[in-house]
């Protein structure tokens, strides 16, 4: 019996993805929510364009689950029923249902018979990463965890970081890996794009002490007058999968640091992917 669902399950996904590629009545049927427009559910979760090459039920349950930790504060936790949610997402039932128990496995649902499927309340992002408008706070916020310098050295200027440099044909690379102190877990991994005459003068055991920001403030002298950042939700790619280890196409925060010294000129671009499990960020803006 057991073989016999396996195939079903395999070749149920199968149609789904030929169905959407050559737009069979199936396909079209599967575009369309089966969702009561009169009730509707009151989670919504995100839409997802699905990728052929990858499992359907594990972009599914990945989405899914990004809409979970994502979710507003009042959302409700009632989740839409299995029909509902297969049409959101465009696969079957059985697709979805296979979804859905990855996420009852990880803890993040509970499902009760006649009663319905819901997000268990505990079920949200810990350890926010507070950004509160100071280098000082940065550099604190940085400060704590065990880094190792995962490599360096010198590379041509990326094509989207050359507004940030020009005139420069490279800039020299950093790569670190930062883990929590106590349990030794990864957390986030860095990749730092600096100004060459900038980097001549970091040594790098001093990364494996201070955070960047530290470095070039304090050891090599750079006078830091802004730090522009912006913080996106992405999906982990293999890269991040591997060093943070998450699961592929799982939630994380894609962290971009713009330092500039006070002739205005960029001297440092950090890119940090943080775990989506583990971190949010808030922003407080001081009226003073």
């Not at 997802?48 to 959302?75: E, F």
């Not at 039932?93 to 296979?98: F, G, P, S, Y």
Request: proline letters at 7%.
């Amino acid at each position: 019996m057991t073989e016999s669902h396996e195939t079903t399950a395999a070749e149920a996904e199968t149609t789904e993805v030929r169905a959407a590629e050559v737009g069979t009545p199936e396909g079209a049927e599967a575009r369309v929510s089966p969702v009561d427009r009169a009730h509707p559910p009151a989670f919504a979760p995100d839409s997802l364009v699905l990728n052929r090459k990858l499992p359907l039920w594990y972009q599914v349950s990945q989405s899914l689950r990004a809409s979970i930790l994502g979710r507003p504060q009042d959302a409700s936790l009632r989740l839409p029923t299995e029909e509902q949610l297969a049409g959101h997402y465009g696969v079957s039932v059985l697709t979805m249902r296979q979804a859905l128990k990855e996420l009852e496995t990880e803890g993040l649902i509970s499902r009760h018979r006649r009663r319905g499927t819901f997000i268990e309340p505990r079920a949200r992002r810990v350890s926010p990463v507070r950004l509160l408008g100071s280098v000082d706070a940065i550099v604190a916020q940085q400060s704590g965890e065990a880094t190792t310098v995962l490599g360096h050295g010198p590379v041509p200027v990326p094509g989207d970081l050359a507004e940030f440099f020009p005139g420069c044909a490279e800039v020299v690379s950093y790569r670190r890996l930062r883990r929590d102190g106590e349990s030794d877990e990864p957390t986030n991994w860095a990749e730092n794009a600096v100004r060459s005459d900038i980097a001549a003068r970091i040594d790098v055991a001093d990364l494996e002490r201070w955070p960047m920001t530290k470095v070039l403030r304090d050891v090599v002298g750079v006078r830091i007058s802004r730090i522009t950042d912006t913080v996106e939700a992405r999906l982990a790619d293999p890269v991040t999968a591997e060093l943070l280890q998450v699961p592929l196409l799982s939630p994380i925060l894609h962290y971009t640091g713009v330092t500039y010294d006070e002739e205005s000129r960029v001297v440092d671009v950090a890119r940090i992917r943080y775990r989506g499990d583990r971190f949010s960020f808030s922003v407080t803006v001081e009226a003073h």
